[in-house]
Structure formats: structure tokens, C-alpha cells
């Protein structure tokens, strides 16, 4: 089926933005703190649980992702998938490098 949005670079754009979108959320609803956006993150990070917050993150790309595929969207499909990919590349060396 052909579609506008069935680009592999959307699907990719999709897959980077939106666990920016989840985190952001879970910081927003989740965490109660005095921080702010951007020192939470440096404290997730010096404290070892960025790795977990990235995992947590990513699950809307599956959601996005099984749309595309009913869709029949799929080179968006795609692009999402390596997004993910690529996400759990950096979740694995956050996970043994720090």
C-alpha cells in the first residue's frame, strides 16, 4: 500500500522521538521530585539507571510498530525496528560501561 508515510526514514524518526516522548512522560508523571528534566537525567545516569529508563521507554515502539505492520506500513515498520535496534545498542553499553 502506498502511503507518504511509509518511508523507512519516518519510521526511523518515529522510533527515535517517541521514547524521548515516553521518558519524558515518565519523568513528568512518575518522578516527584525537585529536579528538572536534564539533571534527571545525569542523576539516572551517575546512579546506574539510565539503561532501565531507556528499556522502559522504548515499549510505545511496539505499539507504533504492530499499527504499522496492520497498516501493511512497512518500510515504516522498518524504521522503526531499527531505531529500536539501536536503542538497545546504547541500553547494553549503558548497562556493562557503567
Known amino acids: 500500500m502506498n502511503c507518504k508515510c511509509n518511508k523507512l526514514y519516518i ?3 518515529i522510533g527515535v522521538i517517541l521514547p ?5 512522560g515518565l519523568y513528568y508523571f512518575v518522578y516527584k521530585g525537585g ?12 546512579m546506574g539507571s539510565i ?8 515499549l510505545p515502539n511496539l505499539i ?15 524504521g522503526i525496528v531499527t531505531s529500536t535496534i539501536l536503542y538497545a545498542i546504547v541500553v547494553i553499553a549503558f548497562r556493562f560501561l557503567l
Not at 20 to 24: A, G, L, N, Q, R
Not at 51 to 58: H, Q
Open 64 to 78: 507504533v510498530f504492530l499499527i504499522a505492520i496492520n497498516k501493511e506500513r512497512l518500510l515504516a515498520a522498518r
Open 35 to 46: 529536579l528538572a528534566y536534564w539533571p534527571f537525567i545525569k542523576q539516572m545516569v551517575n
Open 51 to 58: 539503561g532501565k529508563l531507556l528499556s522502559i521507554s522504548v
Open 11 to 13: 519510521g526511523i524518526l
Open 20 to 24: 524521548i516522548i515516553m521518558s519524558f
